[in-house]
Structures are given as C-alpha cells and as structure tokens.
C-alpha cells in the first residue's frame, strides 16, 4: 500500500517568509509525527499526534513552529518568519497507534527539505 | 533525559568485511531500541528493533542485541556489501504514551567492492 507521502519534496524561501509543510500518512495509521534533520543537530523529535488527544508539542524549537493535524489524518507544519537556522529536512512518520502496550513501528516519509536564504 | 550516544563516522568497508557500529544509551523506564537505516536518496526505514533486555533484532543479515547490563545495542553484519552503503542511526523510545523517538547522530557506512 502507499507509504507515508510529503509536499513539496523541497522548498527554497527567503528569510522572514512563512513556509507549510503537508504530510499524508499511511491510510489507517492513529499517530503521526514531526522530526527535523539538520546538520547541526542531527535527527530531532519536534511534535506528535495520536488520534484525537492533545498533541505533544515538546519539541518544537520556538513559538515560529506550529502544526494541525486535520479530520486525524493530514498534518500541516508551519514555520513563521523563517530564519536560516530553519534549514534541515523535514520529516513526516506514522504509526497504527501509540500509547498501547507495545511500541509499533514508525514509517518515515521521504522528507521535505527546507532552505531558508 | 533520553540520550542515544553513537559510534562516529564515517565508516568505510571493503565488501565482505565484518561490520559493527556501536551504540549506547541512557533513558528512563525500560526503553525500546531500533535501528534505522538511510540509503542514498531514500527515507529512513526500520532496520530491526528490541522491545526488552537480551532480546535480539535481526533483519537483512544485521543483528544487534538488547544489552541492559551495558546499556548498548550494538548493530553487526558478518559480511557487508556493496548495497549496505548507507547512514545508519540508533534509537530509541522511552515511556508509553510518549512515543517520540530518540536518535543518535548517525554513521555513514561506504562499503567499496
């Protein structure tokens, strides 16, 4: 079946732009979840959501970052007035569910990458 | 806090050369470990993982073996090929209900024929 999917695969802004981020994950799948890959910082957690509880927003690195997850499917992340430090690839995983009594596997999408100029 | 330390790369091989990347980590709670591979050009997939201590997770030749005594989970192969060429990164979860992953920083493995 399709995999989890991004858009755009990769997006040039100029700094101070506003930027959004979609992700579709895999039909089904009740948790989703934000990562960033940067140089700098290596692969780092910046938010995730399961079903219809309060989503864990621990990771987001300032308040410029966002993220909605409509109808518990799609997810947008938004970056406002993006700064070069923005710069990484963004990525999108699912999973059947989170919170039971064994940890399920998390399906990566192919990621967007973001250059802030 | 959570923290997943990682053998540092890069990493290069010749082909049918024995391969281990170290891993080791500190967490809360009894934690889950993965390892997960980037290929060239590709997203990360689940290479393996381990749900509990002395438990082995094995897929595509590799093995790694759930340490809790030495808190590692280093990642083997007996014979590389050309095609393992990748980043692989070491992970893992900590705590029910908060399932976001933990990951080293990676080691780019070049196997040269």
């Known amino acids: 079946g399709a995999g989890v999917s991004q858009s755009p695969s990769n997006k040039v802004t100029e700094k101070g732009k506003d930027v959004e981020l979609r992700c579709d994950p895999i039909s089904g799948h009740t948790a989703l979840y934000w990562y960033r890959q940067s140089l700098g910082q290596g692969l780092e957690f910046l938010i995730y959501f399961q079903g219809n509880s309060a989503p864990d927003k621990s990771g987001l690195p300032s308040d410029r970052f966002s993220a909605e997850r409509t109808g518990g499917s799609v997810s947008t992340l938004t970056i406002q007035r993006t700064q070069q430090e923005d710069s990484a690839v963004y990525l999108c995983?699912?999973?059947?569910?989170?919170?039971?009594?064994?940890?399920?596997?998390?399906?990566f999408g192919p990621g967007t990458r973001l250059l802030v100029l | 806090g959570n923290s997943v330390t990682q053998m540092e790369g890069p990493v290069t091989l010749s082909e049918e050369a024995f391969l281990t990347i170290n891993c080791t980590y500190t967490a809360t709670g009894y934690p889950s470990l993965f390892w997960y591979v980037q290929y060239p050009g590709e997203g990360l997939q689940l290479l393996l993982k381990a749900t509990k201590a002395d438990d082995k997770g094995s897929n595509k030749g590799f093995e790694a073996t759930y340490r809790k005594e030495t808190t590692s989970f280093h990642l083997e192969k007996g014979s590389v090929q050309v095609s393992d060429s990748a980043v692989y990164f070491c992970a893992l979860i900590s705590n029910f209900g908060n399932e976001k992953l933990t990951f080293g920083t990676g080691t780019r493995l070049t196997i040269i024929p």
């Open positions: 995983a699912s999973s059947l569910v989170a919170g039971g009594p064994v940890f399920e596997t998390q399906y």
